[in-house]
C-alpha cells in the first residue's frame, strides 16, 4: 500500500500471526467491510484482519501502536450509528472466528463468551439448563456479543431486565497498546475502579473486548404475550402510564402506530388488529401466579384507556408471530417506502404524547412520512423517517426531520440515543446534550486509555481533546472564608 | 485540616477550585459513616462535608426517577419517593448514610440479588473534578447511551477521582407485600445447598441470605416481594425448597441487611458455586459470616486480620476477592487491604487523568492511588 509504511508494517506482523484467510489485503475484498448497518457511511479499510485467538488480536493491536496506525473493531456489522465504520487508513479487526463459548455455568449463572459469538447462541446455549441471556436486541439472531458490550446493547425485555452493561460481569480486554488485561470477573464487585463499567458502552473506542463473562437470567416460569389495539397513540400511551403507575414492570411494552403496523402487515401479515392507531405488545414474566394476576390487571388497564381488542398469545407460535411483527419493524418499513432512517431518541416516557404530537407536526408541515416504533416502557423512540432517494430534496428533508427529532429528545431532557450509540453519526449532537466540560471530561477516560486515539478515532467525540494537555486550571484564591464556604478549624 | 461546607455543585466548584490553587488535598466526607473506610489517606488538608447538599431535587414518580443532591440521606430520598409508593433499591446497610457515600463506597443490600446494585440503578451523575471544574454523564432518562458511562467510574471509587455532588436514580414500585422464608441451617453445606436450590428455582428471590455465626446454627432467608397472591405462592414454593424447619413470616429477619459486627469487617466475594467453600473456610477461622448468598457476596467479622490470607485463597479460587473494609489502622496498616487488583496500571492512568497531583483522598484506594 504505498503511503501508508505503518499499515504495511502490521500487515506484515499479521501474516506472521494470523492464517492467510485472516489477513485481506485485496481491494475487492476490503470494499466488502466499507460499511456497518448505517450504509450511507463507506470507508474501504486499509486492512482487514480476522485474527481466531486473542492472542493474534493482540499482536495485531501492537502492532498497531508500534507503527501508530488506527484500528477500528467489528463484530457482525449490524450496528445502526457506523460506529464500526472502517478507516482509510487503518485495520479492520474482524472478531468472526472467535466464536467460541468458552463455557457456561448454570450453577454460577454465568456463561463466558468469545466476542463474535451471536448474541442468540448464548441463549441457546444456556436453554438446556433452564437459563438465558436476557438482552435482546431485534438483531440478536445476527449481532455479536461484543458488538452488544461496545455499544451497550438493549432490546424490548431491557424495561425489565436493564441492558448490555447489567449483564456483562467480566471482560479480557486488549488495550490500545495491545496489552491483554481483565476488567471484572466471574465474581461481583471487583476491587478497583469499575473499567469494566467505562468500557461497555464505549463503542470500540477505549481497546477491543476478546471474550465476555455475562450474566444467565433463570428462564421465567410463565410467559404471557399480549397484543392490545388502540384507536391512537395517545390511548396507547395513556394505557402504559397505568400499568407503569400500578407498580407494575412488564418484562416489555412496545408501541407500533399506524404506519408502522401497515408496514408490518405488508412484510409479515402478522395479523395485527384491523384499524388500530396504535398497538402495544405487552409481555409479562415471571412466576406463575403472579403473572396471573399481573396480566388481569393490565387487561382492566388497557380496557380503561379504550382498547378496542387484546389478544393473548397462549401459545408459543403465537407469541412469536406477535413480536415477529414487531421485531422485523425496521425492514419491514421497505414495503412502503424505498429508503428510511432509523432513529432512536429517548424521551421521559410521561412525555410520550407530547412528543408524539410535535412528530405528527413535524411530518404535517414537512410532508415527510414518519413511522413510529418504540420501546414504550422506557421512552425509546425508534422513529423511521421514510424517503425516496430517488426523488429530488427528500433525502435532505428526511436528515432534517429526522434531525429535528433528536432535538425534540433533548429539549424533553431525554437522550439522543438510548441502545444504537453515538458513532460516527451522532458525533455532532453529542455538544447538543453534554456541554464542553462534560465531553471533557469523558475523554479523560480515553486519555488514559488511548493517549494516542488509534481506537476507533473519530467516533463518538465531535472533537479529540490532546490528551497532555490540562484543563482548565482556575488560578488565584478565592476567599471562602469570607464568603462562608470554608472556616478554618 | 480545614472544612469547607458548601451547599451546591456550584460551591463545591469553588472550593475544589480554591483548593487546586493553593495545592491542598482533599477528602470528601457525607455524614462520616464510613470515613474509616478503605486506607487512611496519606493527607488530608481540606475536608468537603457535603452535608448541606441535602436536598432530593426532583421526584418523578411517573417516569419512576428521582434527582437528589449527593449528601442527601438515603433514608430522606426514601421518604420522598416513597410518597408516590415508589423506593430506591439502594438498601441501606449503614445507618445514616449519604447517597453520595453509598455510591462512593458502592455499598449494597441483600435485594442486590435481583435489583443489582448502585451501578444499576444510577443513571446520571455530576461530580466536580479535582481542578474544580463541573461535569455531568448520564442524564434523567433510563435508557442512553451516549458518551462515556462516568457515574460507573466513580461508583466505589472512594472518592479518589472526583466529587459526587449530584446523582440521578431509577427507582421502582413499592412492593404490596414483602414475605421472608427463613430457615434454620446447621452450617455451610446445609446453607449451600438450600441457597443453590432457592437460587435456581423460579420462584423470583429478591435475596437469599445467609447468616453464620462463627459457630453454632445459623440461619437462610429469602425475600420476596411484589402482589399479593404472587409472593404468597412463591413464598410456599419457597418453603417447600426450604424444608420443614422453614417459616414464612411478614417481619424483617434480625440482622438483615446490615453487615455483621466486629472491630475488623471484611466483604468476601465468589462465584455463587463457591458459597460451601467460602463458609467453610470462614467456619474454621472463627467468623461470623452474614450476606448475598444469592449474589456472591458475604460480609465477615472478625476480632483481627489472621484469617485474611486463607479467605484470600479460597475467595480467589472461586473468581472472587477479600477487603478488608474498615478495621483499626494499626491492622490495616499491617496487612494489605485491598488484595490482588487487576488492571491496576489502567486504574492508575485513569486517576492520573482526572486527579493528575493525586490531592484527592491520596492513598485511600488500591494500589496507593
Ligand atoms: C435490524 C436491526 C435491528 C436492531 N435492533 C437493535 C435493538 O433492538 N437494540 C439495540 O441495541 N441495537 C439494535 N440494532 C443495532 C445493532 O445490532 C447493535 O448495536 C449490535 O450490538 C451491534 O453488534 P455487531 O456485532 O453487529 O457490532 P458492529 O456493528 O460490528 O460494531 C458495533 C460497534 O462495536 C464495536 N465493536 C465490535 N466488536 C467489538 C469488540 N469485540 N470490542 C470492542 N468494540 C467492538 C465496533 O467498533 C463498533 O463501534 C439493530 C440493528 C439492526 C440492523
Known sequence: MPGMPGVDAVTQRA?????????????????????????????????????????????????????????VARGSGTGLSGGALPHAEGVLVVTSKMRTITAVRPDDQRAVVEPGVINLDVTRAATPHGYYYAPDPSSQQICSIGGNVAENSGGAHCLKYGFT??????????SPQGDVVQLGGIAPDTPGYDLLGAVVGSEGTLGIVTSATVRLVRLPE?????????????????????????????????????LAIEAAEAAVHCNYPDGAGAVLVIELDGAAVEVAAEYDEVERLCNDNGAFEQRLA?????????????????AAVGRISPDYIVQDGVIPRTALPEVLKAIAELSGTSGVRVANVFHAGDGNLHPLVLFDESKDGEAEAA????????????????????????????????????????LDTMQLVRCAFDPDGISNPGKVFPTPRLCGEVPGRHKGAHPLQEAGLAEVF | MEEAHPTSTAEVAEVLGDATSRGLTVVARGRGTKQGWGMPPTSADLVVDLSGLARVLDHQAGDLIVDTQAGALLSDVQDVVGTERQRLVLEETVPGTTVGGALATNTSGPQRMFFGTARDLLIGVTVVRADGVVAKAGGRVVKNVAGYDLGKLVIGSYGTLAVITEAVFRLHPLPDVERWVVTPVDGPGRAHELAQAVVHSQAVPWAVEVDLPASGPGTLGVLLGGKAEGVADRAETVRRLLGDAAEVTDTTPPGWAAYPAGPVLLKLTFALSGLRDVLTAAREAGVHVRGSAGAGVVHAAADDAGALDALRAVCARHGGSVVVVDAPDDVKQAVD????????????????????????APGRFVGGI
Request: aromatic letters at 6%.
Open chain 1, 165 to 174: 452493561t447489567n449483564h456483562v460481569l467480566g471482560a479480557e480486554f486488549v
Open chain 1, 15 to 71: 501474516r506472521e500471526l494470523i492464517p492467510p484467510e485472516g489477513v485481506i489485503t485485496d481491494v475487492a475484498r476490503l470494499r466488502t467491510y466499507e460499511c456497518d448497518g448505517l450504509s450511507h457511511y463507506r470507508v474501504v479499510p486499509a486492512l482487514v484482519v480476522i485474527p481466531e485467538d486473542a492472542a493474534q488480536l493482540a499482536g495485531v493491536v501492537g502492532a498497531c501502536a508500534e507503527h501508530g496506525v488506527p484500528f
Open chain 1, 222 to 258: 410463565e410467559v404471557r404475550t399480549i397484543l392490545v389495539g388502540f384507536a391512537s397513540t395517545d390511548q396507547a400511551g395513556a394505557a402504559v402510564s397505568a400499568i407503569i403507575a400500578a407498580g407494575i414492570v412488564p418484562a416489555a411494552i412496545e408501541m407500533m402506530d399506524a
Open chain 1, 399 to 438: 436528515e432534517e426531520v429526522s434531525g429535528a427529532i433528536l432535538d425534540l429528545c433533548i429539549e424533553h431532557g431525554g437522550s439522543i440515543t438510548g441502545e444504537h450509540g453515538v458513532g460516527m453519526d451522532k458525533a455532532r449532537y453529542m455538544p447538543r446534550m453534554y456541554d464542553e466540560a462534560d
Open chain 2, 337 to 360: 487491604v485491598w488484595g490482588p487488583v487487576p488492571a491496576l496500571d489502567l486504574m492508575r492512568r485513569v486517576k492520573d487523568q482526572f486527579d493528575p497531583e493525586h490531592r484527592l
Open chain 1, 314 to 330: 397462549t401459545d408459543p407460535a403465537d407469541r412469536a408471530l406477535i413480536w415477529k411483527g414487531r421485531k422485523s419493524a425496521f
